[in-house]
């Protein structure tokens, strides 16, 4: 992986921080849709809708929520996710602007290797819809992309509440 450059990984990270806390205020949405508000038009429509699925478990533990993309994102070339990267951070740039976050947040922070993914759902169904079926964390969390000629990787931020969910995922 390429050199990390410090000051765009702290810049973006913050501003992800700021953009997740606003999610996270008065809502009620499941796991697999709080952090998936940027549902761009890019590429002709929504990137993604959300399901109810069954997974056939135990009563108590049998549904949950899924995310559905419209295409599948690791057939739309390498240059896909650097498009999307570039206009996620776009999208909360403009909602977010200049603000300063004088606050601490807490949580953790995601390392997605997008390249080497199994998309088996086992994920998605741990974390509760947290992770999607290729693996990838909500796009609305990431904030730093390393793209080299061997991989391609997403830095995710996690709020605290759903660190538990992501640990699930990679488990």
């Excluded at 702290?10 to 952090?35: E, G, H, P, V, Y």
């Excluded at 761009?40 to 997974?55: A, Q």
Aim: with cysteine; charged share 25%; hydrophobic share 40%.
């Amino acid at each position: 992986m390429n050199a990390i450059d410090k000051a765009i990984f702290l810049k973006n990270l913050l501003l992800t921080q700021l953009f997740c806390a606003r999610q996270l205020l008065n809502t009620d949405k499941n796991a697999a849709s709080i952090f998936r508000s940027i549902n761009t038009t890019l590429h002709g429509g929504r990137l993604f809708d959300f399901k109810i699925r069954d997974y056939g478990y135990a009563p108590e533990a049998r549904y949950g929520f899924s995310t559905e993309w419209v295409h599948d994102p690791l057939s739309k070339g390498r240059e896909f996710y650097t498009e999307l990267f570039q206009f996620q951070l776009s999208q909360k740039q403009m909602d977010i602007g200049d603000k300063v976050a004088e606050q601490k947040f807490e949580g953790r922070i995601l390392v997605a290797e997008i390249d080497h993914t199994l998309t088996d759902g086992a994920s998605e169904v741990a974390s509760d819809g947290l992770i999607d079926v290729y693996d990838c964390p909500p796009i609305d969390t990431w904030f730093y992309f390393a793209n080299d000629s061997a991989t391609r990787t997403l830095f995710a931020w996690i709020p605290q509440q759903f660190v538990y969910n992501a640990n699930e995922a990679i488990k």
